[in-house]
C-alpha cells in the first residue's frame, strides 16, 4: 500500500509540472563525505523521519535556518526507506525546503549509519551533528531549539560577524 502511495504522490508531483527533491543516497560512508565536501565550514546534519512527529513539526523551522544561516552549511537527511521517499518529499516541499540539500538512506543496514554519524546514536530523532569549522562534532538529539544547537549557532554567528568586522 505505501508503494502505491508513493508512487501515486511522484506521478502527481511529476504531472503537476513540480520538481522533485533530489535526494542523494546516503549509505555507508556518507557522514565522512558530506563532512569532507564542506570542510573549513560550519555544517549542521540534521536525520529526520516522516514517522517522527516532532521531526514534522520543526521541518518550517529546518527551511527557515537554511534559508538565514548562509555561513552554516546545512544538509537534511531523511532516514525513511525509499517507499516512504515520497512522503518525505512531499513533506519537506510543503515546509519550503525545496531549495535545501537532502540525502536519504539507501542502506538497509541503518545502525551502520547511526553508528558512522555518532557512535552512541541508536536512532532517536531527531537528531542533529553540529560540525565545527575544524572538524569537531557535537551531537544531539531533540529539537532544533535545544540549548546546545542555540548555543552552536550563536558561536558561529559571533565568529563570522568578528571576521567580517576585520575585512
Known sequence: MTRLFGFVVALALASSGARALDFQPYGRGAFAQIVKAHAGKP?????????????????????????????VDVVLVNTDSDEDRARAEMRAEKAGLGKATHYGFSDDFVEKLYFEA????????PFTTLVAPDGGVTAV???????????????????????????
Open 118 to 125: 555518532d557512535m552512541a546514536w541508536r536512532g532517536e530523532l
Open 43 to 71: 555544517l549542521i546534519i540534521h536525520f529526520w523521519s516522516v514517522t517522527c512527529p516532532p521531526c514534522i513539526a520543526e521541518l518550517p523551522q529546518w527551511a527557515k535556518m537554511v534559508s538565514d544561516q548562509t555561513s
Open 141 to 167: 538529539t531533540g529539537a532544533i531549539d535545544d540549548p546546545l544547537v542555540t548555543k552552536w549557532l550563536e558561536k558561529r554567528a559571533a565568529k563570522q560577524g568578528s571576521s567580517a568586522n576585520t575585512r
